[in-house]
Nanobody, 129 residues
């Protein structure tokens, strides 16, 4: 079993920045295992569908982004710390969501939502105008 814990959310003014972190852990979890996972960030508003934000194929660091965040958000990882980050710059009020970290153990290049087997509890990001 893998646990994902997000942190770094909060309230920020439009145009500001936040950096989210997602730390992975587990009883038998190791850095070598983490390095094979695809890690993703999603976001969701109350009553709405969860939407893809960014993903990183950890073993080769290929990254993918939703069009709405390209050029503003950057996903990265630190395998030594079993941690994935989401640097969010030039934030807009429409970026206000709960942000979730997720892991695909199969390490797919572009996982579907259902491929992500593990999810964090979410962290709130609120951008004021």
């Amino acid at each position: 079993q893998v646990q994902l814990v997000e942190s770094g959310g909060g309230l920020v003014q439009a145009g500001g920045s936040l950096k989210l972190s997602c730390a992975a852990s587990g009883r038998t979890f190791s850095r070598s295992i983490f390095s094979t996972y695809t890690m993703g960030w999603f976001r969701q508003a109350p009553g709405k569908e969860r939407q893809f934000v960014a993903a990183i194929v950890v073993w080769n660091s290929n990254t993918y982004y939703a069009d709405s965040v390209k050029g503003r958000f950057t996903i990265s990882r630190d395998n030594a710390k079993n941690t994935v980050y989401l640097q969010m710059n030039s934030l807009k009020p429409e970026d206000t969501f709960v942000y979730y970290c997720a892991a695909d153990p199969a390490g797919r290049r572009i996982p579907s939502l259902r491929d992500y087997a593990y999810w964090g509890q979410g962290t709130q990001v609120t951008v004021s105008s």
